[in-house]
């Protein structure tokens, strides 16, 4: 069992940063791939950001394509820690945002919401025009 708790997300403007964190307790922390999904007001909930455990391929990182370039994804495993730094913040970037963990029994990065088994409760950020 691993236990998420995402923090970080709060109202700001456009072209502003936001960094998020994702605090991780219970089973192993390095072994999972972590990921940042969101979800906005009447909208699926969509892929953000992954990165694999340091095992497979030296930890790697992969984006959807809506933020590669202005969001990155990093991970402190000392700290049972994820983060997703948000530069260049747009309106559409407004959502509820989770952390989740995936085992990741191979070097293939999980990328879907269906491959990932525990998640946070969620932290909305709000970004206004």
């Known amino acids: 069992q691993v236990q998420l708790v995402e923090s970080g997300g709060e109202l700001v403007q456009a072209g502003g940063s936001l960094r998020l964190s994702c605090a991780a307790s219970?089973?192993?922390?390095?072994?999972?791939?972590m990921g940042w999904f969101r979800q906005a007001p009447g909208k699926e909930r969509e892929f953000v950001a992954a990165i694999s455990w340091s095992g497979w391929s030296g930890g790697s990182i992969y984006y959807a394509d809506s933020v590669k370039g202005r969001f990155t994804i990093s991970r402190d495993n000392a700290k049972n820690t994820v983060y997703l730094q948000m530069n260049s913040l747009k309106p559409e970037d407004t959502a509820v945002y989770y952390c989740?963990?995936?085992?990741?029994?191979?070097?293939?990065?999980?990328?879907?919401?269906?491959?990932?088994?525990?998640w946070g409760q969620g932290t909305q950020v709000t970004v206004s025009s």
């Open positions: 989740a963990a995936a085992p990741q029994p191979g070097p293939v990065l999980p990328t879907t919401q269906y491959e990932y088994a525990y």
């Open positions: 219970g089973r192993t922390f390095s072994y999972y791939a």
